[in-house]
């Protein structure tokens, strides 16, 4: 990677690590469709003004009818599902152990990538990759184990199901949007996912609560105008500079911002599973991307 993809990495891994604090904010007020409601709707107005602002990366009409369908799935499993998941998973379990659990998504991308990516074959050196991140997956949610099912391990389950959302979401997307600016691939993402998703809040939640205080609707501006409006520009803009694989590698960024942001905000605690299970992560995550 240039000097310029390194800052966008880094820039992405700050603004999606701390977003894991504000959901768990948002959460305590707002159900998780209100909240990737407001998400998706204020990330999807600030990536369309940027569009306008930016001629240059306005799509022609043929270029965007030729992608309106493959963005539907990718809006859905890369932004819909996976945002809805993590959002509801936040209301039982930690921010700091949701950030720790989404850096799985790497592990993820590299077992579907060689199915869908040709130039990315299944190796040993991948395949040791993935035994170890997934060992650390286990550490984590280890202490769960042996328990009877609580609503503490089927969150846990609901952010690796938004993992795997995610990196085929991702794969899918590099196929699909080659040729469009990352500002239209960004816009087309958010905005069909608004549109799944607000109309199903709209119908599902009766009545519909509002988000009444300040502190709520810090967080779904920030949520809607930084992890989504400028994050996906930064995700869209990598993913066609470095790819799938290594894009999808900031989220093992994301426990670094979000563990602290929880222990410091939120007074939540940090368990030895958490670290181990996280560094074994990771390094499963760097063995396959060692050269």
Not at 145 to 156: C, P, R
Not at 200 to 213: D, G, K, S, Y
Not at 266 to 286: H, K, R
Request: proline share 6%; glycine share 10%.
């Amino acid at each position: 990677m240039d000097k310029k993809d390194w800052v966008r990495f880094w820039l992405l891994g700050v603004v999606w690590g701390t977003s894991f604090l504000w959901i768990k904010i948002a959460v305590t007020e707002v159900s998780p469709l209100v909240l990737v409601s407001f998400r998706t709707l204020f990330g999807g107005l600030g990536l369309g003004l940027i569009l306008i602002l930016s001629p240059g990366a306005r799509p022609s009409r043929a270029m965007l009818r030729q992608a309106l369908p493959p963005f539907i799935i990718v809006a859905l499993f890369n932004v819909a599902l996976p945002f809805t998941l993590i959002s509801w998973a936040e209301k039982y379990i930690d921010s700091g152990t949701a950030s720790i659990l989404n850096s799985a998504t790497p592990l993820f991308t590299i077992m579907l990538s060689p199915f869908i990516v040709k130039d990315d074959p299944f190796t040993w050196r991948k395949f040791l990759g993935l035994a170890v991140g997934f060992l650390g997956v286990f550490i984590l949610i280890s202490p769960e184990l042996g328990q009877t099912v609580t609503n503490s391990i089927v969150g846990q389950g609901a952010i690796l199901l938004a993992t795997l959302s995610y990196a085929a979401g991702t794969i899918f997307a590099r196929r699909s949007g080659k040729g469009l600016p990352s500002q239209a691939q960004a816009l087309m993402q958010v905005g069909l996912a608004a549109g799944m998703i607000i109309p199903v809040t709209l119908i599902v939640e009766q009545p519909l609560r509002m988000p009444a205080l300040p502190i709520t609707w810090v967080a779904l501006v920030w949520l809607g105008l930084l992890g989504s409006c400028v994050a996906y520009l930064l995700f869209f803009t990598l993913l066609h500079n470095i790819g799938p694989t290594r894009t999808t590698t900031v989220t093992y960024t994301l426990p670094l911002f979000g563990v602290i942001l929880g222990a410091v905000f939120l007074g939540e605690p940090i368990f030895f599973q958490s670290i181990l299970g996280g560094l074994m992560i990771i390094s499963g995550v760097l063995l396959v991307n060692r050269r």
